[in-house]
């Protein structure tokens, strides 16, 4: 009988062990997911309009040429990359003569310049029109280098170096032409 009655004492010692050696809880993980798009945002341009008012010399030996006309500058505040191997790129298109007409013999209805963009990665992306008398060919491209982190950062696109293809005379009336600056993945076609 002693045999039972040890069994029935350890027995009732088990079901006796406090609740804490029990656990009533469980942990499970749950996976969370999520995606960023690569992105690029340009800036607003400041000033987005750059008149240059009257283009031609008034007076003097350049009478009717094209006047000197100082470089100006065009910031794009705030613009970002949020990913790495970024570039930057400039197009210009040279002012041309509202007048399509074929100039006559020394004149001419092209004004070509050159845009520079700085302010992303090392050196600049630079393009300098080119267009015939005729305003003929008048876009070229530039392409920065790449840059190899994401990137926020103030752009500065200067305008320089105005001329005439054979420093003619232009034709009358108003000129427009304009920069297109794309900043986005190196892997881009031109």
Same mark, same amino acid.
């Given at each position: 009988?002693?045999?039972?009655? *040890?069994?029935?004492?350890?027995?009732?010692?088990?079901?006796?062990?406090?609740?804490?050696?029990?656990?009533?809880?469980?942990?499970?993980?749950?996976?969370?997911?999520?995606?960023? +798009?690569?992105?690029?945002?340009? *800036?607003?341009?400041?000033?987005?309009?750059?008149?240059?008012?009257?283009?031609?010399?008034?007076?003097?030996? +350049?009478?009717?040429?094209?006047?000197?006309?100082?470089? +100006?500058?065009?910031?794009?505040?705030?613009?970002?990359?949020?990913?790495?191997?970024?570039?930057?790129?400039?197009?210009?298109?040279?002012?041309?003569?509202?007048?399509?007409?074929?100039?006559?013999?020394?004149?001419?209805?092209?004004?070509?310049?050159?845009?520079?963009?700085?302010?992303?990665?090392?050196?600049?992306?630079?393009?300098?029109?080119?267009?015939? +008398?005729?305003?003929?060919?008048?876009?070229?491209?530039?392409? *920065?280098?790449?840059?190899?982190?994401?990137?926020?950062?103030?752009?500065?696109?200067?305008?320089?170096?105005? #001329?005439?293809?054979?420093?003619?005379?232009?034709?009358?009336?108003?000129?427009?032409?304009?920069?297109?600056? #794309?900043?986005?993945?190196?892997?881009?076609?031109?």
């Amino acid at each position: 009988m002693k045999q039972t009655v *040890g069994l029935s004492a350890l027995a009732f010692l088990l079901s006796a062990a406090p609740a804490a050696a029990q656990s009533n809880t469980a942990t499970g993980t749950v996976a969370i997911d999520g995606q960023v +798009r690569s992105v690029c945002i340009l *800036g607003d341009p400041n000033p987005a309009l750059v008149n240059l008012g009257q283009i031609s010399a008034s007076s003097g030996p +350049r009478t009717g040429k094209i006047d000197a006309i100082a470089p +100006r500058t065009v910031t794009l505040p705030a613009s970002f990359c949020n990913f790495a191997g970024s570039v930057l790129r400039v197009t210009t298109t040279a002012m041309t003569s509202s007048d399509t007409t074929s100039p006559q013999p020394g004149f001419t209805r092209a004004v070509n310049y050159t845009a520079t963009a700085s302010g992303w990665a090392i050196g600049t992306a630079a393009a300098t029109s080119n267009a015939l +008398r005729d305003g003929t060919s008048p876009t070229a491209t530039g392409t *920065g280098a790449t840059q190899p982190l994401p990137k926020i950062a103030d752009i500065a696109v200067t305008l320089s170096n105005f #001329t005439t293809p054979g420093d003619l005379i232009l034709v009358a009336g108003n000129y427009s032409g304009n920069v297109v600056v #794309t900043l986005g993945p190196a892997a881009i076609p031109d």
